[in-house]
């Protein structure tokens, strides 16, 4: 099993940064592929970045392109998501998301979840 715990969340004008971290336990952190999803009221949960576990490869989703950044620390147990330039079209309750085995874009194949962060920006 692998427990998943998210924060750095919170409320923050349109312009400014945040960054969550999701803390992992259970499992070595280094085998996982790990991501974050994001979900606003009434939409579905969409892929935000992810990275892989084997050679940190790193994609993130058109729309945050230039402006977030996903990284992992393997000592510390840690997944990263850095936020700038941050848009109330980024509101939502974002999710860090764990799989063994998969490290593509649709929630339905990661195993993990945590219990997500809520994020709001103001206009």
């Known amino acids: 099993q692998v427990q998943l715990v998210e924060s750095g969340g919170g409320l923050v004008q349109a312009g400014g940064s945040l960054r969550l971290s999701c803390a992992a336990s259970?499992?070595?952190?280094?085998?996982?592929?790990v991501a974050w999803f994001r979900q606003a009221p009434t939409k579905e949960r969409a892929f935000v970045a992810g990275i892989s576990r084997i050679g940190g490869r790193t994609y993130h989703t058109s729309s945050v392109k230039g402006r977030f950044t996903i990284s992992r620390d393997d000592a510390m147990n840690v997944l990263y998501l850095q936020m700038n330039s941050l848009d109330p079209e980024d509101t939502a309750v974002y999710y860090c998301a764990a799989s063994k085995y998969y490290s593509g874009t649709y929630y339905g194949e990661y195993e993990y979840w945590g219990q997500g962060t809520q994020v709001t920006v103001s206009s």
């Open positions: 259970g499992r070595t952190f280094s085998t996982l592929n």
